[in-house]
């Protein structure tokens, strides 16, 4: 009964007296049924029967006198009940002596079972008929017998009618039990789940806008009318509580908001046991590993590990207020410490600030300045709009010129063919197509005299000054044959990868296709551009694109032959020289071996890189007479089919 439990009132009310009611009703009309059934069918047989008795006394003469034609007579005495449908006449040995047939209507005669049924009580029921054994005695000793076979259709009728009458009670109790539950509803459970209604509203939602009628004069509308009165009430004060409420929570909110917005660690001390009882998000975001909201057992000594811990507990214990102390860690970093007493004078506030990279960044800039005003090569820094803002001594001692002497003359102005001779469109277009122009050039300093030189021009983006470019010159004097070396080798490899630069790359291309141009060999070149790069730099930093393109470098000339060249040209775009070249197969098998190996994750400060590569190939023979520039850009243009089907695989250069 688990259910009636968990029903609801107006399932609890209807379901009982439903069922009751119906429970009786099928009691009573089948007991109504099976008493009506079982008196029509006793009527219906002794009627028979008292019928079949007279008619048997007035056939013990012909059957005495074995008068066929006035026994069938006799028979038809049964045509006065319209029921029976059959009448034989059967002597003693079992002979037909006589018949009547209802309209010539031949029955169904009796199975074995009914058969045996009739022998045991004189009559039997069968699916369509009566079947009824009469004896005919004369002095009590039985000289025929008559068997009648007499239709159920009159016992079928009754059973119909009952059934009939049945149904419309049926349908009376339906309509009874409607109306019943209607008003139970209209009286009883709509009031009672409207009431429950308004009171979940103000115990789970806190609504008071919900109020049920009344809808009656009898108790429930007591009760209805109370639970409105004290719902308004109830309503009244729960106004007055949230007013109260939305002040102080105004006051904490702001108060919050204060704390917040403050990007310095805040710490409410204990100060008898150093023990933190308060602090800000941006403290969690100080001490990530050794903070979170529960402070129960807590210190800031522990948090903070101090080299000095000696002093932070001075301060705590004996609440003392300092500011910007530097603390030094046990982590190597650099914590400044500012303290106040607070109200309450058991507790300190302590305002911690992680200055590790100011610190660092100051000591680098001061390492930058001496680098910079040390360095024996000569530099120059411009601005985005090519205004002279640096010059270091080493330029002044090389060239003779004053920072005065150059400050007013722009970058266009400086490289003119007056004060230095090297062209301004090269600079200008290598930079800007590649960020960055070296070479050797001959230059004159302020008294005329000739200087060999390399100069290295880059541009830097400086995000600290809204992403705006920086251009820095470096010129150093190759008159040393040491420093004519080691400068030879920056100007024809990538200083970030070692890998040979553009200016390798072709003067290696154009010699090898030089030799070769009278042979019928062939050679290969694969332009290489990686997938996925830019987004590394925008997620992690250009330190770690940085870290992606060495690594690269690293693997493209693991791939290649000892002869073959693998050169990096610019940003994360790279090209392999092969040669010589047996067929595209073996461009084709290089190309697969190198997207495999780029594609292996690259490791960086415990986290994990991917970048893909996209390859465009073109094969061409020593002897075809292109340029080393004609078999880039075939290449180039394949690489970018490559890009647009899909990247990550390679495309031949097909005419």
């Given at each position: 009964m688990n259910w009636?439990?968990?029903?609801?009132?107006?399932?609890?009310?209807?379901?009982?007296?439903?069922?009751?009611?119906?429970?009786?009703?099928?009691?009573?009309?089948?007991?109504?049924?099976?008493?009506?059934?079982?008196?029509?069918?006793?009527?219906?047989?002794?009627?028979?029967?008292?019928?079949?008795?007279?008619?048997?006394?007035?056939?013990?003469?012909?059957?005495?006198?074995?008068?066929?034609?006035?026994?069938?007579?006799?028979?038809?005495?049964?045509?006065?009940?319209?029921?029976?449908?059959?009448?034989?006449?059967?002597?003693?040995?079992?002979?037909?002596?006589?018949?009547?047939?209802?309209?010539?209507?031949?029955?169904?005669?009796?199975?074995?079972?009914?058969?045996?049924?009739?022998?045991?009580?004189?009559?039997?029921?069968?699916?369509?008929?009566?079947?009824?054994?009469?004896?005919?005695?004369?002095?009590?000793e039985v000289i025929a017998?008559?068997?009648?076979?007499?239709?159920?259709?009159?016992?079928?009728?009754?059973?119909?009618?009952?059934?009939?009458?049945?149904?419309?009670?049926?349908?009376?109790?339906?309509?009874?039990?409607?109306?019943?539950?209607?008003?139970?509803?209209?009286?009883?459970?709509?009031?009672?789940?409207?009431?429950?209604?308004?009171?979940?509203?103000?115990?789970l939602r806190g609504e008071f806008g919900q109020r049920p009628n009344v809808a009656t004069s009898d108790e429930l509308g007591d009760l209805t009318l109370s639970f409105n009165k004290m719902a308004d009430k109830l309503e009244e004060r729960q106004k007055q509580l949230n007013f109260v409420?939305?002040?102080?929570?105004?006051?904490?909110?702001?108060?919050?908001?204060?704390?917040?917005?403050?990007?310095?660690?805040?710490?409410?001390?204990?100060?008898?046991?150093?023990?933190?009882?308060?602090?800000?998000?941006?403290s969690k975001k100080l001490f990530p590993e050794k903070l979170d909201d529960e402070f129960s057992d807590i210190f800031l000594l522990d948090i903070i590990n101090a080299q000095e811990e000696g002093k932070l507990k001075e301060i705590i214990t004996q609440c003392q207020e300092v500011d910007d102390l530097l603390i030094q860690t046990k982590q190597d970093s650099t914590l400044q410490v500012t303290t106040r007493v607070l109200p309450n004078k058991e507790q300190l506030l302590f305002s911690i600030m992680d200055v590790t990279e100011v610190i660092q960044n100051r000591t680098q800039q001061k390492l930058a300045a001496n680098v910079f005003k040390n360095s024996q090569d000569g530099v120059l820094i411009f601005d985005s709009l090519g205004n002279l803002t640096l010059m270091n001594p080493a330029f002044t001692e090389m060239f003779g010129y004053e920072l005065n002497d150059l400050i007013r003359l722009s970058m266009t102005q400086l490289f003119d063919g007056k004060h230095f001779t090297t062209s301004t469109n090269l600079l200008a277009e290598s930079i800007e197509r590649f960020g960055q122009w070296h070479g050797e050039v001959l230059e004159k300093d302020k008294n005329g005299v000739e200087l060999p030189l390399y100069i290295k021009a880059s541009k830097i983006k400086d995000d600290e000054q809204n992403g705006q470019n920086s251009y820095i010159f470096i010129f150093s004097n190759l008159s040393d044959a040491k420093e004519r070396d080691r400068l030879y080798y920056l100007a024809h490899h990538d200083t970030l990868t070692g890998l040979p630069n553009r200016s390798k790359f072709y003067k290696s291309a154009n010699q090898t296709i030089e030799k070769n141009k009278l042979t019928t060999g062939q050679f290969g070149l694969c332009y290489l551009d990686l997938d996925g790069f830019k987004l590394v730099n925008d997620t992690y930093g250009h330190d770690a694109g940085?870290?992606?393109?060495?690594?690269?470098?690293?693997?493209?000339?693991?791939?290649?032959?000892?002869?073959?060249?693998?050169?990096?040209?610019?940003?994360?775009?790279?090209?392999?020289?092969?040669?010589?070249?047996?067929?595209?197969?073996?461009?084709?098998?290089?190309?697969?071996?190198?997207?495999?190996?780029?594609?292996?994750?690259?490791?960086?400060?415990?986290?994990?890189?991917?970048?893909?590569?996209?390859?465009?190939?073109?094969?061409?023979?020593?002897?075809?007479?292109?340029?080393?520039?004609?078999?880039?850009?075939?290449?180039?243009q394949a690489m970018y089919e490559a890009k647009l089907s899909g990247k990550g695989q390679y495309i031949f250069y097909e005419v």
């Open positions: 009636i439990e968990k029903a609801s009132l107006r399932q609890r009310l209807a379901v009982p007296l439903i069922a009751f009611i119906f429970s009786l009703f099928i009691i009573l009309q089948g007991y109504n049924y099976v008493n009506t059934y079982q008196v029509q069918q006793t009527n219906l047989i002794d009627r028979i029967k008292v019928l079949s008795n007279g008619v048997s006394v007035n056939l013990q003469a012909a059957l005495l006198f074995d008068d066929e034609i006035t026994a069938s007579e006799v028979l038809h005495a049964f045509s006065a009940d319209k029921e029976i449908l059959q009448a034989l006449l059967l002597k003693s040995d079992g002979r037909l002596f006589a018949e009547y047939r209802k309209d010539g209507l031949v029955a169904k005669a009796p199975n074995r079972t009914l058969q045996l049924e009739i022998a045991k009580n004189g009559y039997a029921l069968g699916e369509d008929a009566i079947y009824i054994l009469i004896p005919i005695f004369l002095d009590n017998k008559i068997r009648l076979i007499v239709s159920k259709e009159g016992l079928n009728e009754t059973r119909l009618s009952a059934m009939r009458v049945a149904f419309s009670l049926f349908g009376l109790i339906i309509i009874f039990s409607y109306i019943f539950i209607a008003k139970i509803q209209q009286w009883v459970i709509t009031p009672v789940v409207n009431l429950n209604d308004a009171m979940q509203g103000i115990i409420l939305d002040k102080v929570e105004q006051e904490r909110d702001f108060g919050k908001q204060i704390i917040t917005a403050v990007q310095h660690g805040l710490f409410a001390i204990n100060k008898k046991n150093g023990q933190i009882l308060l602090s800000n998000d941006a940085d870290e992606v393109l060495r690594v690269v470098a690293k693997r493209l000339e693991n791939a290649v032959r000892k002869g073959d060249l693998a050169c990096r040209l610019a940003g994360d775009e790279f090209v392999l020289f092969i040669e010589p070249v047996q067929d595209k197969m073996q461009l084709a098998e290089l190309s697969s071996r190198v997207i495999e190996s780029i594609q292996k994750p690259i490791a960086y400060k415990g986290i994990t890189l991917f970048v893909g590569v996209s390859i465009g190939v073109t094969i061409a023979y020593y002897n075809e007479e292109k340029d080393i520039d004609y078999v880039l850009k075939e290449s180039d």
